[in-house]
Each structure stands twice: as C-alpha cells, then as structure tokens.
T-cell receptor
C-alpha cells in the first residue's frame, strides 16, 4: 500500500486565488512528520512546510498552510493568493520515527500546479 | 555557504560504463541521502548514511554502491550502467531541527542518461 498518496496529478488555479493540494498518508507510527516540497521547472527541491504528528496547531509559513487532519490521515497544502511563480510540482512526504522506512522520507508522486494569469 | 552541491550536473554514459556522482555539503549534517527521480514516480531513496563511515540501503539500491569516507561527502557509484538507470539523481542532507523535523536540504540534481 502506498504510504503517501497524492490523488491530483495536475491542477489549475487562477492567479490570486487559493488552492488546496491533497495528500493522504498511511502509518501506524504514533510519531511522524509531514513535509511539503516544491519543485519548479528548474529542478531544485525547495522545502515549504513541516507538520509534526504531535503539533496541536496547523503549520503556516507565509502563504503556505498545512491543513492537518490527523484522524483522516490527511495533510493538505493550502496556497493562498496564488502567484505565477507558484507553478511547479509539489511533493508531499512523510518521515516515520519508528516505522519500516527507518526514519527516511517517503515521497508521494507529486501534483503539478499551473497558475493561470 | 554553498549548501549541498552535486558533481556533475549532466552526464551521458554508454551501457556497461561506470561512474561516480559526488555530493558535498558544508552544513555539518550527519545524515545524507541519494534519491532518483523518474517521471510520475516521485523521489525514491537509493542509499543513505547516518554518519561518517556508515551507509544503508534504501528502497531501490540495486545497481548502486555508496561510500561516506568523510562527513561532508557522499559518493554514489554505478559499476555497470544500464538504460534503466537513466534518471535525475538528487543528493540531500539533514539534521534534527527544532520545529522542522529532519528537514532535508537538496542538491541541484544530476541528469544521467545511459544509452
């Protein structure tokens, strides 16, 4: 079974609107972390936001926020006020503290976001 | 502070040739990783290291070897390249950062083509 599932291969959003990128995860580990990375067309991987499984509040970093619903095992990325520079691939990833992944990051297959002017 | 650097940026190999990809980090991170990225597959872990002199297999280790003789360097070797190893290779490093988990810092990637 996939540990990280991103069900949206591609999405479009109008500039200045908000967009939500979906991510669901599968783990039985009580301690884990969830990450979002951005990969623009230039290829580099850029860290966006992190949520720990014990964090009480949803993480926010500028225009990025993580909608963490622990019971549903979802960690959706919300981008507010989209900009043309937000067009990129977005990857959700998980790190389990004790699980079979030996503490390493497990990545989803990504969502390609296109921002329309 | 260069972060994570990778050498080379591009390479074309013929089937059966060997090569070594070099990853260097100047952040004194304990953990280092090698990933491959293929279209539609996300990033998959090849090998990783939790400290100088130690390495371990990831999800897709076959056909690759690694070494970490110095803390700042992590080498990925292909002994006999195959077309299936055509991919973009990323190196990353990490440490336990308060409030950021084990955030990984990535290099710019190496695009390898095996013909």
């Amino acid at each position: 079974a996939q540990k990280i599932t991103q069900t949206q291969p591609g999405m479009f959003v109008q500039e200045k609107e908000a967009v939500t990128l979906d991510c669901t995860y599968d783990t039985s580990d009580p301690s884990y972390g969830l990450f979002w990375y951005k990969q623009p067309s230039s290829g580099e991987m850029i860290f966006l936001i992190y949520q720990g499984s014990y964090d009480q509040q949803n993480a926010t970093e500028g225009r990025y926020s993580l909608n963490f619903q622990k019971a549903r095992k979802s960690a959706n990325l919300v981008i507010s006020a989209s900009q043309l520079g937000d067009s990129a691939m977005y990857f959700c990833a998980m790190r389990e503290a004790y699980g079979g992944s030996q503490g390493n990051l497990i990545f989803g297959k990504g969502t390609k976001l296109s921002v329309k002017p | 502070n260069a972060g994570v650097t990778q050498t080379p940026k591009f390479r074309v190999l013929k089937t059966g040739q060997s090569m070594t990809l070099l990853c260097a980090q100047d952040m004194n991170h304990e953990y280092m990783y090698w990933y491959r990225q293929d279209p539609g597959m996300g990033l998959r872990l090849i090998h990783y290291s939790v400290g100088e002199g130690t390495t371990a297999k990831g999800e897709v280790p076959d056909g690759y070897n690694v070494s970490r003789l110095k803390k700042q360097n992590f080498l990925l070797g292909l002994e006999s390249a195959a077309p299936s190893q055509t991919s973009v290779y990323f190196c990353a490093s990490s440490y336990a950062r308060l409030g950021r988990g084990y955030e990984q810092y990535f290099g710019p990637g190496t695009r390898l083509t095996v013909t």
